[in-house]
């Protein structure tokens, strides 16, 4: 079988289900393999269900054997994907990232899984996650750290590390994160990914609800803007009950994302307040997307707003999030126990809440000028795994909230935003860009980063040491 296989977009696998030149049980094969042969070496997944993926595996290949116009089955249909560990599949353990509980069977399907099995997705298993879903790596004592397939040293970052790792080494072609401070982003960042935060309100989080005030949202990791775009008009819209909502728009992504914008003004920065400049390499990205943007024709200005004042309430928000759930202080890794413990006030959380929506304010409205603003995904390129373990929890926060400064603000915003692989590191670790929208408008920065893959060709991206 083809070797790049394994590494072809979601959307061309597709086009070759429909033509019947692979059967989703040869893909589903193909890819269990690879995760017993390597997943090893990246802790990538936290379960693999074998028996029923080959069980669907084997019902949609008759089903594809028996349709005459394929075009009529789901987006998707026989794509092999797997789902986030913070996130139920009926009949699989939920264990969020923790061992102490990796038998806990769930008896239902949390919404976006509803939305997947209706695309005609066949589900491998569940993706590693921090625990609790609380830091951007993978390091829990009680589960294997998630390593990053472009070099096993260093993190694939976190949450959605396992799901970005399994894709960047080919285990997957597809899958769904979720984005609460970047966690979709910033595993897109260390493994060479495209990584799309939607806007607060476009996915459903049924049949729960608001969770960091709103700050956190479900997402896409993919090889291609078009994969992330196919699987954002899969797991968009309104459940009935849902806290925030969108309109979706009146064509889907997928058919947007191919067309040009218009001349866009586009804002630029290499530094943030109150954080400092991007590590060179990282400055670099952001120049060159620049230089490519002005010349297709877009305005750019360099600016950026001050997120000073986002800082403390993001960080006692997020902590105040370590309160909730029924998990005993005894299963808890350190760093957990220790943001729970010196979690704030329910005053101060309130207070916290007003605050941010108050900044958020101030933060949209620079938006009134521009159409997109481009930035470095993260201030420092992916970080080696344990790099930060022997530093105290206090410190090892402190370390976070630097590294993934560029991203938290449009969590607590609510706006659109995509990480692009733009590029590499000297030793050879993807780095990138982050293009953030209107709110509401993923169509433009799904099409400016359209715009981008044509050159940059980041799809080609896979790690050189894997077959």
Not at 199 to 215: E, F, T
Not at 295 to 312: A, N, Q, R, Y
Not at 328 to 350: C, F, G, H, Q, V
Request: glycine fraction near 8%; aromatic fraction near 8%.
């Amino acid at each position: 079988m083809d070797n790049n296989l394994p590494f072809t977009s979601a959307h061309e696998l597709e086009k070759l289900i429909r033509k019947k030149e692979i059967s989703p049980l040869e893909l589903t094969e193909l890819y269990l393999q690879r995760i017993d042969d390597m997943d090893a070496q990246w802790g990538s997944f936290a379960h693999v269900a074998h028996d029923s993926a080959i069980k669907d595996a084997h019902v949609k290949t008759e089903i594809l054997g028996n349709t005459k116009n394929t075009q009529e089955l789901p987006t998707f249909f026989g794509i092999p994907t797997a789902i986030k560990d913070l996130y139920s599949v009926k009949g699989m353990p939920t264990a969020y990232g923790n061992g102490f509980i990796k038998d806990n069977i769930a008896d239902f399907d949390s919404g976006i899984v509803t939305k997947i099995k209706e695309a005609g997705m066949i589900i491998l298993g569940k993706t590693a996650t921090s625990e609790l879903g609380s830091l951007p790596y993978i390091e829990s004592p009680s589960v294997p750290p998630c390593r990053n397939p472009y070099n096993p040293k260093y993190t694939a970052g976190g949450s959605s590390g396992g799901a970005a790792a399994a894709v960047a080494g080919g285990l997957i072609p597809v899958v769904h994160g979720s984005d609460g401070g970047g966690s979709v982003r910033g595993p897109a960042f260390c493994c060479g990914l495209v990584g799309l935060k939607p806007s607060r309100g476009r996915i459903s989080s049924a049949p729960v609800g608001d969770y960091l005030a709103g700050m956190a949202t479900q997402g896409c990791l993919s090889r291609s803007v078009m994969d992330s775009a196919m699987l954002l008009d899969i797991l968009s819209g309104y459940v009935m009950g849902d806290p925030y909502w969108l309109d979706n728009p009146s064509e889907s992504f997928a058919s947007l994302v191919t067309k040009n914008p218009p001349s866009l003004k586009i804002a630029f920065a290499t530094e943030i307040l109150p954080f400092g400049k991007a590590d060179d390499c990282l400055q670099k990205q952001v120049k060159d997307a620049v230089d490519i943007f002005a010349d297709m024709g877009h305005k750019l200005t360099e600016g950026c707003p001050d997120f000073s004042s986002i800082v403390e309430p993001f960080k006692i928000i997020w902590q105040g999030s370590m309160v909730q759930g029924d998990f005993p202080d005894a299963i808890l890794s350190p760093m957990n126990l220790w943001l729970r413990k010196t979690a704030p006030s329910l005053r101060e959380y309130l207070n916290a809440v007003h605050q941010i929506q108050v900044i958020s304010r101030q933060i949209v409205a620079f938006f009134a000028d521009f159409d997109v603003l481009i930035l470095p995904t993260y201030l420092q390129p992916p970080i080696k795994v344990g790099e930060w373990a022997s530093l105290s929890s206090e410190v090892t926060l402190d370390h976070i909230i630097n590294w993934i400064a560029p991203c938290p603000p449009f969590n607590a915003t609510g706006q659109p935003a995509i990480a692009l692989p733009t590029g590499f590191t000297d030793s050879g670790l993807p780095i990138g860009i982050q293009i953030v929208g209107k709110p509401k408008d993923e169509t433009t920065i799904l099409q400016l980063a359209y715009q981008l893959e044509q050159i940059k060709q980041w799809q080609k991206y896979r790690p050189s040491s894997i077959d």
